[in-house]
């Protein structure tokens, strides 16, 4: 028997055994995947919800990283992107509405109040000319690598005394 399907056979019977592990246990599962298998290897802080908002698309091309952010209808203002201590934040709030006089609601998916996401950033990037962007609802991002950042030799020197 795989690893694999150990993991499998033992979670399949927890959710059986015990309904509400198995929910907590497929939660932790997904936020452990999204932080061992980030794009790039970058680890991404997730929300303390089951799913982090606001959604993330990070890729890469040879000049830069790029990342993209669901924000539709926040104003770009309202949207805050900075670095701190190596990690990329996005972060605002979506105000609460208010509703008129006599509604009642039976359904509310839309997300209000405080959102902040946290993006580790790899030692390749130029910090000093990201660049950010908000249309049509999405906040784009650029990273550029520096020109730097590849493969660099360092000399070794020797300290042993060489006998005449």
């Known amino acids: 028997m795989t690893r694999q ?3 499998r ?3 399949d019977r927890s959710r059986t055994m015990n309904p509400p592990l198995g929910v907590l246990r497929d939660e932790l599962d997904t936020i452990l995947d999204r932080f061992v298998r980030s794009p790039l290897g970058l680890p991404i802080d997730v929300s303390s919800g089951s799913t982090a908002w606001p959604s993330l698309d990070i890729s890469e091309t040879p000049e830069a ?5 669901e924000v539709p209808g926040i104003p770009a203002e309202d949207v805050d992107v900075s670095v701190e201590n190596g990690a990329l934040v996005i972060s605002g709030t979506v105000a609460e509405e208010r509703t008129t006089e006599g509604e009642q609601f039976h359904h509310v998916e839309r997300r209000r109040g405080e959102f902040r996401r946290v993006i580790h950033l790899p030692d390749t990037v130029d910090v000093d000319r990201i660049e950010a962007e908000a249309n049509d609802g999405i906040l ?5 690598t520096r020109a ?4 660099r030799r360092i000399d070794v020197r020797s300290n042993s005394r060489s006998s005449d």
Do not use: C, K
């Open 5 to 7: 399907t150990m993991h």
């Open 9 to 11: 056979s033992t979670a």
């Open 65 to 69: 990283v790029l990342i993209r952010a």
């Open 140 to 144: 784009t991002v650029r990273i550029p």
């Open 148 to 151: 730097d950042a590849g493969r």
